[in-house]
Structure formats: C-alpha cells, structure tokens
C-alpha cells in the first residue's frame, strides 16, 4: 500500500527558532513552518529577493493568499522559500500538498546530495558514481507503515547483487537516530536508515509513499517508482546492474 502524505499547515508560523517540527500520524506526516526576518525568501515569478516586511504585509493583508515553497539545499535541509500565490484549492482547504513538479527526471543527474547515515558514514551523490544507489522513502519503521512482508519483499530483490560492488541502498525517514536505533536493535533492514531525513522528500518531490529512486553508476536517474512496486523494482535493477 501507498500512503500521500501530508504536507504543511498553510498558516506559516513567525517564530525565532527555525526549527521545522515534524509529525509522523497515521495518516502521513505533517510539517511546519517557522519563519522569521532571518528568513530567505524569493518571489517565485521574479526571482527577486523580497524583504521579511514585504512578507509579513503580504501575509496580513491575506493571509491564505500566498504558499511557501521550500529550496533545499544538498544536506536536505531549507535554504530558502519562493513565495507564490496560492491556489483556489489550497485557499479553501488552507493546506498545501506536494508536487511531482521539479521531480529529477529519468536520464538526468540526480541532485547533489549528501546523507549521514545510521552507520556513521556519509553518503555523497558524486562520491557513489560508479555504484548502483537505490533511495527509498519512507514514513515510518512503524505499523502499518512498515512490517515483515514489506522487509522481505525489499531484500529478496538485493539479495542477489550483495557483494562489495553492489548496489547502495539507503532509507530515508523522519524519524530520529534514537527512535531507529531502537528498530535496528530487534531487526535487520535490507537498507542503510538515514534518520532525521525528511528534507530529502521535498528535495525530489517525493509525493506518495514508499518511493523509489535508482540511479544508475553514470549519477543519472535510471527510474522512479512512486510506490511498492517491488516487480518493477526488480526489472530496473536487473537491467543497470549488468
């Protein structure tokens, strides 16, 4: 099963901490935002840089009137916001949901990115080139998110490339290096948990999960798998993988 997930409360919180709390419900995940003068915010249209009192007038006189786009930057955390007008939808239901638009595409580089992972190493998009790397994206470790059958299905399809050459397999989640090393301690999981990772779902527009990215030895995206489709999975890295 597939889960859309949550995105943000579209009332924006000014706050001095920039800290971006994230909620795992049993529904999806929600996050917000803080904002504050520190804040980079650019006008999406223009690409012009807008102050934080041109925000906050904006913001008053309309207060549902306008969304927040994040930019990322290669660690997966909010460097900036394009501002854009809201939509007639996103003004009745006050909530914003993801887009696949911006999505790495299929053939193209994937992004830079740069994941620590549960195993203490660092992950580096250029520095994997030459390697098969498969990010998967999910909401939790917990049910109804995540359960044997599912762990199975996922290892039996690396299983027959596990050497030292083989592909790299990462998870990315929102949950803390606490909350999954208490996971690891009972369990194995056919990947490598990069905790604290949620950034990385708006990264690539990720809008549904689990989900799947392979990219292929080059750095390009070899496929994108918006859920378990595990068959296809199989096909995409028998194919590379040769």
Known sequence: ????????????????SLAQPITIEQTGIRQEMRINENTVIFDKATGKRISDQQYRRLTKDDPFGYHLERVYDEYGQTSAYKIRPATPEERETHSFRPTAEGRPKVGETIPLFVMKGLDG???????????????????????????VNQAKSYADILKPYQSDTGPVSLGIFAESKESLDEFMARESLPFIPIPDS????????????????????????????DGPDYEELKNVLQKISK
């Open 198 to 225: 949620y950034g990385f779902n708006g990264k690539f527009h990720v809008t549904n999960m689990p989900a799947f990215i392979v990219i292929d030895r080059t750095g390009k995206v070899a496929a994108y798998m």
């Open 1 to 16: 099963m597939r889960y859309p997930f949550l995105f943000i409360l579209s009332i924006c919180i000014y706050h001095a």
């Open 121 to 147: 190493k660092v992950y580096r998009s250029t520095d994997l080139q030459g390697r098969v790397v498969v990010l998967s994206f999910w909401i939790s470790l917990k049910k109804p998110f995540w359960g």
